[in-house]
């Protein structure tokens, strides 16, 4: 298929896991995909993305920016816009979950991750937006998590608050610009086996706890969030609207996970 044929898209965080799943299925559907990166050592990475976009006939550019930063997030929409377009379909992928308990979270950390996970998204859906004001036209779909809804740990309060935050924010843009035919939406992942949980889910215990909790039990895939932000980025979804859909196995229709499983 080709739903999303000749549409520009820009992926943040877009360099490997979530992001570069989302990434490949845009192309897969047509678009032409920007993939963000943030630091010198994701470059390689990112590079890799784009050809494997570029081998699937679609253009794609990689463009470094912390998307955290006003000026790096203006840069990087100058760019894409030079080398490929208006953005007419924005996934704010880009995410930090450092593991620490409340009472040894930092200023340093709390700011960190809210810059990356809220204002993040504040900075490139605004941006976007202009542009798709304009044309009357565009979609934005935001990557939270099952910790937009529930607490699904002791040790990430910054996390978790700064996706309920997101959530809010997407709810809020919808209201406002679903007048202008832009659709926002959000994804929310359970546990995803990329290598933001290579650590975690190294430890044999962790990783049977973690599927055991799951009512499918298993792990989602990236690609099945690709599959989700494909859908909300395409026409069939033109009537969805300010809504999180959960690819989480119905982790958050069941009972609490066991406490113990987190405290590795």
């Known amino acids: 298929m080709a739903r999303l044929k000749g549409k520009v898209a820009l992926v943040t965080g877009g360099s490997r896991g979530i992001g570069e ?5 845009l192309a897969e559907e047509g ?5 963000n990166y943030t630091s010198d050592r994701s470059r390689e990475l990112a590079e890799k993305v784009k050809e ?3 081998a699937l006939g679609c253009k794609s550019i990689v463009v470094q920016a912390d998307v955290g930063s006003k000026a790096q997030v203006e840069a990087m929409f100058k760019q894409v816009e030079e080398q490929l377009g208006d953005v007419e379909i924005l996934v704010n992928n880009a995410g930090v979950a450092p593991f620490e308990p409340f009472m040894k979270v930092t200023e340093e950390t709390w700011d960190r991750t809210f810059a990356t996970n809220v204002k993040s998204i504040f900075m490139c859906s605004q941006l976007a937006a202009e542009k798709m004001i304009l044309k009357r036209y565009g979609k934005i779909v935001n990557v939270l998590s099952t ?6 740990s ?3 309060p910054h996390y978790q608050s700064s996706k309920a935050a ?3 924010l997407t709810k809020g843009m919808a209201i406002e610009l679903g007048k202008y035919n832009i659709n926002i939406n959000a994804v929310g ?3 995803v086996d990329t290598d933001m949980c290579t650590d975690f889910l190294a430890d044999p215990a962790i990783r049977a706890k973690e599927i055991e909790a799951n009512p499918m039990k298993r792990l989602g895939t990236a690609r099945q969030i690709g599959d989700a932000v494909v859908f909300l980025a395409s026409d069939e979804a033109m009537q969805v609207n ?3 859909l959960m690819v989480d196995g119905g982790l958050t229709v069941k009972a609490a996970q066991p406490e113990d499983h987190m405290e590795h």
């Open 21 to 25: 799943a989302i990434a490949i299925r």
């Open 31 to 35: 678009a032409h995909v920007a993939v």
């Open 52 to 54: 494997q976009i570029e």
């Open 147 to 152: 910790a937009s809804l529930v607490v699904t």
């Open 154 to 156: 002791p040790v990430i």
């Open 166 to 168: 997101a959530h809010m």
């Open 189 to 191: 992942p359970s546990t």
């Open 242 to 244: 300010g809504h999180l």
